[in-house]
């Protein structure tokens, strides 16, 4: 299913290569030289203006030395609507309308690099249309806990994966001179108490599983702004965190980029000063001159309790980032903006079309012969629900949203009769916290049954040849600001999901969700299922075709999906949401997949599942040696065949196990996955490459990662739970 799509992504990526060349030892030398001759020229009142906003998106200006206002700009899947400058009303303006793409667990599960790539490019180029410089995302925090409001958001459960699509975004998006801002440095994974909760984890945790995609980000990505996180690790905000922000990620990953709060997160000046903070953005506070990067950063210099110098570097970081993005060179800053073309629409469907995710098939109800259908019932609040508007600050004013009842009509209308029935009521209301969600939001549950809309729904489905279900969650429950409180559908979706199976047993049930919740019962009595997220303005086109077979879904699923909601480690040993303002990470680094087979506890859907309308084989699984020194690469190949009859895309997964070792590890972990697509009858020879270094584990004893000797086995499969094939080496 190799569109055309593809072929113009491969020609973006070849002009991009040239556009964002890696500088030189002598650029580098040129900006630094051009950095240090306008930090002297500055007075420390106009060092210290770069250092915070002036409004809610800016910073200020320095006329006289030709350094323009700076722009930022929400935008993890989309460049965000205009807020006012000093408070979060929109500006109402008429042409700030905008691409918007699947949002982050979509984004990670067409596990498609290239796609990853692409989609930071047409950010990069809205984002500059836009005439934005920084663009605030990615969020590359791991999924720990199936409720955390903010899932959606980020990818994935593992930290391989998000470090490998992070990367290509970041290179995607930078080569469009816009610098990304990746987020949120560190451990944020729950919004609950977000701004005053501490992190209690072990350096073993952190180093395996919530740092990767930061240093990748850093050190591989390039990425020129980290944005810190609100709560607290070892006693100190992330914002004044001097382990994190000073020793990690400047001393040992060489980050020379911008260290921001996120917005309100700053709570110091002369401890942020010296941890490394750069650049204090705000919500509460109206008054610019009194933040703790204002005014008192400038007293704290004068009564000589940090030394100007330290100002300078900060004022250095900031202009390097405005340099390499062309900030300073005004002929230069805006040449690469364009925004909602027909190649960014397209874009936006390819994505959509490799997120969705075929979870079961029973009798091949799918893809669905509409030759042999007369009508076709479309159930669920979601069939027509709108979602680009919310998850605070993740909201985007998209140029459009296909529906996916619209798209249904529009492109089975003519021949088939489609009637709808809503299903079920949205009867939750999601309440703001103050300060735009700084402070904790809520919302109203409302998981009663509506019967007069049941009763509808089981009618209209029984009057008609295939129902259609599209219910799941939406941005009442995956929100910036709020944790769910429960895994279970809301609104009684699976009694409606039930009577509408009875009444029509050609039911394909359509999950619309950013985060796991419970598919026990549905994967009992569903005949088919796809999963098809907050999945853009694309989306509703997206499904359609895929439930018609148009396209052949490759997705897979970036987290596991567990039998209950006390299966999960952070609820299963009472780490959620903590307790005292205090969460302990008790799991370690049994987080996701690695729990689940760790304990040898079942799932409704593993991590990497995701079904096909073809079927694949897999053979001659082999390394280019069987030993390895440290410093080495393992080159694992085999062949992939698409045994079946329509063209379609596998993603391959390698995963690793360590059987002997000093410390305890997981039975596997993902370190390597190639999505490759094949026609009808096609073979490929695939490659994965495995460096032997990311073999190790990080020893606490030594403080830094170790591969120890000896045999290692590696299994190729097409989910965490569904090995192909095996073979070992030996690492000397």
């Known amino acids: 299913m190799k569109n055309l799509i593809t072929m113009a992504v491969l020609s973006f990526c070849m002009t991009a290569a040239v556009s964002g060349a890696q500088p030189s030892d002598k650029d580098d030398q040129q900006i630094e ?7 002297r020229k500055m007075t420390l009142e106009e060092k210290v203006s770069l250092l915070h906003g002036n409004s809610k998106f800016y910073v200020s200006e320095i006329k006289r030395l030709g350094i323009p206002e700076w722009s930022l700009s929400d935008g993890p899947h989309g460049v965000r609507a205009e807020i006012n400058r000093h408070d979060w009303g929109y500006a109402n303006w008429t042409t700030d309308s905008s691409t918007y793409f699947p949002t982050g667990t979509a984004f990670a599960a067409a596990w498609n690099p290239e796609l990853a790539y692409y989609r930071g490019e047409v950010l990069g180029e809205e984002a500059r249309w836009r005439k934005k410089d920084v663009l605030l995302g990615p969020g590359v925090n791991i999924i720990r806990s199936p409720l955390c409001g903010r899932n959606f958001e980020y990818m994935s459960e593992d930290p391989y994966l998000n470090s490998v699509l992070a990367v290509q975004y970041i290179q995607g998006l930078q080569s469009r001179d816009v610098a990304c801002s990746v987020k949120h440095f560190a451990l944020n994974n729950q919004e609950t108490n977000r701004t005053t909760v501490e992190v209690e984890c072990s350096e073993r945790a952190l180093r395996e599983i919530y740092l990767p995609a930061f240093k990748a980000a850093v050190q591989e990505g390039g990425a020129l702004t980290v944005m810190a996180a609100y709560n607290k690790y070892l006693g100190d905000w992330c914002a004044e965190n001097k382990y994190l922000a000073r020793d990690i990620l400047r001393d040992e990953w060489g980050f020379k980029g911008v260290y921001v709060t996120d917005w309100g997160a700053a709570h110091s000046t002369v401890k942020s000063a010296i941890a490394g903070l750069d650049l204090e953005m705000g919500t509460n506070i109206e008054n610019y001159d009194d933040w703790y990067f204002a ?23 900031v202009l390097r980032v405005m340099i390499k993005t062309k900030v300073l060179d005004p002929k230069q800053r805006f040449n690469q903006g364009s925004i909602n073309t027909s190649e960014h629409q397209q874009a936006a469907y390819q994505a959509a079309a490799e997120a969705i995710v075929l979870l079961k098939n029973k009798e091949d109800l799918l893809p669905l012969d509409v030759s042999s259908v007369k009508s076709i019932a479309v159930i669920g609040d979601n069939a027509t629900r709108k979602h680009s508007n919310g998850g605070l600050s993740s909201e985007i004013k998209a140029l459009y949203e296909i529906t996916p009842l619209e798209a249904i009509r529009t492109k089975l209308g003519d021949r088939v009769k489609v009637n709808y029935a809503q299903g079920y009521e949205k009867l939750s209301t999601f309440i703001e916290g103050s300060n735009n969600g700084q402070n904790a939001g809520s919302f109203t549950d409302g998981n009663q049954l509506n019967e007069e809309l049941l009763k509808e729904a089981v009618e209209t489905a029984r009057n008609s040849d295939v129902a259609i279900v599209i219910g799941g969650l939406n941005h009442d429950y995956d929100t910036e600001s709020s944790d769910r409180q429960y895994m279970e559908l809301p609104y009684e979706q699976v009694q409606l999901i039930q009577e509408v199976v009875k009444a029509n047993p050609r039911t394909i049930v359509v999950i619309v969700a950013g985060s796991p919740v419970n598919m026990a019962a549905l994967d009992i009595c569903a005949p088919s299922i796809l999963w098809a997220w907050y999945n853009g303005m694309e989306g509703g086109n997206a499904l359609a075709d895929a439930i018609t077979g148009k396209v052949n879904p490759s997705g897979k699923m970036p987290f596991t999906t567990p039998v209950t909601l006390e299966q999960s480690p952070d609820v299963a040993l009472g780490n959620f949401p903590g307790r005292d303002l205090k969460v302990k990470y008790e799991e370690d680094i049994l987080v996701g997949y690695r729990w689940y087979d760790t304990k040898q506890l079942p799932v409704v859907y593993p991590f990497g599942y995701g079904l096909s309308y073809t079927d694949f084989s897999f053979a001659g699984l082999s ?7 440290p410093d080495e690469t393992v080159k694992a190949t085999f062949t992939l065949t698409n045994t079946g009859k329509r063209d379609g895309a596998e993603v391959a997964q390698l995963y690793v196990s360590d059987p002997e070792c000093s410390v305890m590890r997981p039975v596997k972990e993902l370190k390597g996955f190639k999505k490759v697509f094949l026609k009808a009858g096609e073979s490929k020879q695939v490659e994965i490459d495995i460096p032997v270094s990311s073999l190790a584990f990080y020893s606490e004893a030594q403080k830094q990662f170790v591969v120890e000797p000896g045999t290692f086995l590696l299994h190729l499969a097409t989910s965490a739970h569904d090995i192909k094939a095996d073979t070992s080496i030996e690492v000397r």
Do not use: F, M
């Open 295 to 317: 005014n008192p950063l400038i007293e704290a210099v004068k009564k000589g309790e940090i030394p100007e110098s330290l100002v300078d570097e900060k004022v250095g970081n």
């Open 33 to 39: 030289k051009r950095i240090e001759k306008l930090v």
């Open 623 to 629: 390394t280019d040696k069987k030993s390895y020194g």
